[in-house]
């Protein structure tokens, strides 16, 4: 699986962002040279590469995973403002009180 969030890595290694060559997603890498979010992915580019007859990957299966991907990355996001806004909430109402 592609590490979409920096928080996949202890907080004080060197990370990159980096895009995949093949698929477009956006991930984190440990390496610079880093190319592809997945090995799927380098899978694909390597057949592609090493084969002129390469079963064309889908277009569409492709954009479908990579928007998979960002969308579980989105909602854990947006899970974590949610928890956040509760949380003001809770201070909010707390100062209220007082
Ligand atoms: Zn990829």
């Known amino acids: 699986m592609p590490k979409l969030d920096r928080?996949?890595?202890?907080?004080?290694?060197?990370?990159?962002?980096?895009?995949?060559l093949w698929c477009g997603t956006l991930f984190f890498a440990s390496r610079s040279t880093a190319k592809y979010c997945c090995g799927t992915c380098r899978g694909y580019a390597n057949q592609a590469?090493?084969?002129?007859?390469?079963?064309?990957?889908?277009?569409?299966?492709?954009?479908?995973?990579?928007?998979?991907?960002?969308?579980?990355?989105l909602k854990g996001q947006l899970q974590r403002y949610i928890l956040e806004n509760e949380e003001l909430k809770k201070n909010l109402n707390r100062q209220r009180s007082e």
């Open 49 to 73: 590469k090493h084969s002129e007859e390469a079963v064309p990957y889908d277009e569409t299966e492709k954009m479908i995973s990579a928007l998979l991907s960002e969308n579980a990355y």
């Open 7 to 20: 928080s996949d890595f202890k907080y004080n290694a060197k990370v990159f962002e980096k895009t995949c």
